[in-house]
């Protein structure tokens, strides 16, 4: 039911850019927050970009702030991580996530199996 597909990942050099996708299915994605995370080999996963559910408001971590831009189209059902200007501290797996809290305090979530990025010459 649910399913969050990411494509877009892949080695590039320094300094290079890549566009990650998030498609989502399974549920009223206008409804969702969507972020994407990254986990790096030995370091704890962190958040890198959030979008509120109707775009209007975004978040970055301070590591990609002015070099990663996070957007959605509603339309389309699909969330994007634009990164510029990439370094090799940026290689993790970057992860979609959706989230929902309803007016309840009950939380829904659902992440996407990972894309690797690898930023190495």
């Known amino acids: 039911q649910v399913q969050l597909v990411e494509s877009g990942g892949g080695l590039v050099q320094p300094g290079g850019s890549l566009r990650l996708s998030c498609a989502a299915s399974?549920?009223?994605?206008?409804?969702?927050?969507m972020s994407w995370y990254r986990q790096a080999p030995g370091k704890e996963r962190e958040l890198v970009a959030t979008?509120?559910?109707?775009?209007?408001?975004?978040y970055y971590a301070d590591s990609v702030k002015g070099r990663f831009t996070i957007s959605r189209d509603n339309a389309k059902y699909t969330v994007y991580l634009q990164m510029n200007s990439l370094k090799p501290e940026d290689t993790a797996v970057y992860y979609c996530?959706?989230?929902?809290?309803?007016?309840?305090?009950?939380?829904?979530?659902?992440w996407g199996q990972g894309t690797q990025v690898t930023v190495s010459s």
């Open positions: 979008i509120t559910s109707a775009g209007f408001t975004t």
């Open positions: 996530k959706a989230r929902m809290v309803d007016y309840s305090g009950t939380g829904y979530d659902y």
């Open positions: 399974g549920f009223t994605f206008s409804n969702y927050a």
